[in-house]
């Protein structure tokens, strides 16, 4: 362009910076964001956004938050957009505390926050688990006559049944409800979770009827909430049958759904069946092998469990140092001291090998 005379104007360079931003070359964007004022070239609020935007994405949070500042001083007016950006930015680093009172200002100089505002603020809360500053949050967005969506209130509720809080979550789901709210299956799949964390399994499978009568098909993630919900309540004849259904839906295998029907036999006392199970998996993690180690430990059965932990060690799985202290401390218990510090060698061995 310049080479043939076209002189660019503010959108060639807005265009160019946020090419560059997305690049990841935070430093080369804002060399061209220098050359605007350089070549008497105007900027427009998109130009002020796309910097502060990509200075946020590129891990410069703070930078952008002493332009803006900076520029605020030089009389550049910010937009909604501009502080939900910087909001946002802050959020993510869960620096909660700034981006509250980034809402404070722009209330303070007239803009009312949208729901992206407050969304955005209220997961950083829930996040850095400050439940009752995202709570107080919500109040706000209610009494300012805000309507969630059926992704933001899912997220809420997610959030809370993950940190326990189970009668806010419940008033969620009554206020989602009564609110009229459309569900999609990843709604049906939340409030299936959250019925399931109470042990409400006969709601659960109501919940379960109702979707599958407005068509929706159960995905992976379906079966395995359910099925977490069964090994917890200790019916694992159902537990195992739903995990053959997705076997037999031509599903991935879900190594959750198998982790915790792994789990749930062991707590029962079905060693033998868990062990079978677990052969059966073509995948493992270190909470598969930490959940048999101790049912065979709780079994009594502290041979199979060394023999289990070793296996695992050597495939090059990192097993929790619970687990093999776990086992080392039973073998001690019940006289095997030889077999213990036989054990403590191997793995000893095993863990360099590995890291070799």
């Known amino acids: 362009m310049l080479e043939v005379g076209i002189l660019p104007d503010i959108w060639t360079y807005n265009t160019l910076m946020?090419?560059?931003?997305?690049?990841?070359?935070?430093?080369?964007?804002?060399?061209?964001?220098?050359?605007?004022?350089?070549?008497?070239?105007?900027?427009?609020?998109?130009?002020?956004?796309?910097?502060?935007?990509?200075?946020?994405?590129?891990?410069?949070?703070?930078?952008?938050?002493?332009?803006?500042?900076?520029?605020k001083h030089s009389g550049f007016i910010p937009q909604l957009v501009t502080y939900n950006i910087l909001i946002h930015g802050l959020c993510n680093l869960g620096r909660w505390v700034p981006a509250r009172r980034l809402l404070n200002e722009l209330i303070h100089i007239g803009y009312n926050p949208n729901a992206i505002t407050y969304t955005t603020i209220m997961k950083c809360c829930f996040r850095s688990r400050r439940f009752e500053e995202g709570l107080h949050i919500l109040e706000e967005m209610r009494r300012e006559g805000y309507i969630f969506d059926s992704f933001?209130?899912?997220?809420?509720?997610?959030?809370?049944?993950?940190?326990?809080?189970m009668?806010?979550?419940?008033?969620?789901?009554?206020?989602?409800?009564?609110?009229?709210?459309?569900?999609?299956?990843?709604?049906y799949n939340i409030l299936l979770n959250f019925y399931c964390k109470e042990g409400k399994l006969d709601d659960a499978y109501m919940l379960l009827d109702e979707a599958e009568r407005r068509g929706f098909d159960c995905d992976k993630y379906t079966h395995t909430i359910l099925i977490d919900g069964l090994c917890k309540a200790g019916n694992m004849t159902m537990a195992i049958?739903?995990?053959?259904?997705?076997?037999?839906m031509g599903f991935d295998s879900s190594l959750v759904a198998?982790?915790?029907c792994i789990d749930g036999l062991c707590k029962?006392?079905?060693?033998?069946?868990?062990?079978?199970?677990?052969?059966?998996?073509?995948?493992?993690?270190?909470?598969?092998?930490?959940?048999?180690?101790?049912?065979?430990?709780?079994?009594?059965?502290?041979?199979?469990?060394?023999?289990?932990?070793?296996?695992?060690?050597?495939?090059?799985?990192?097993?929790?140092?619970?687990?093999?202290?776990?086992?080392?401390?039973?073998?001690?218990?019940?006289?095997?001291?030889?077999?213990?510090?036989e054990l403590c060698s191997k793995i000893q061995l095993a863990q360099i090998l590995n890291y070799k």
Do not use: W
């Open 18 to 71: 946020n090419c560059l931003f997305r690049l990841g070359k935070p430093d080369e964007a804002y060399k061209f964001f220098q050359h605007i004022f350089l070549g008497n070239v105007h900027p427009c609020p998109v130009t002020f956004n796309i910097l502060f935007s990509g200075l946020c994405l590129n891990g410069h949070t703070e930078k952008a938050l002493v332009l803006f500042k900076n520029l």
């Open 152 to 165: 933001a209130y899912c997220t809420i509720i997610s959030f809370l049944i993950k940190a326990g809080r």
């Open 167 to 187: 009668e806010d979550a419940y008033n969620c789901v009554a206020n989602m409800i009564m609110n009229g709210i459309e569900f999609d299956l990843v709604a």
């Open 241 to 248: 049958r739903r995990l053959n259904c997705i076997k037999l």
């Open 258 to 260: 198998f982790n915790c």
């Open 268 to 341: 029962v006392g079905e060693v033998d069946h868990a062990l079978r199970l677990f052969n059966s998996m073509d995948k493992k993690d270190c909470f598969t092998y930490s959940s048999l180690v101790n049912g065979l430990c709780k079994a009594k059965r502290f041979h199979v469990a060394a023999n289990l932990l070793l296996s695992g060690i050597r495939s090059g799985m990192k097993i929790l140092e619970s687990d093999a202290r776990a086992v080392i401390d039973c073998l001690q218990y019940y006289g095997f001291m030889h077999e213990a510090r």
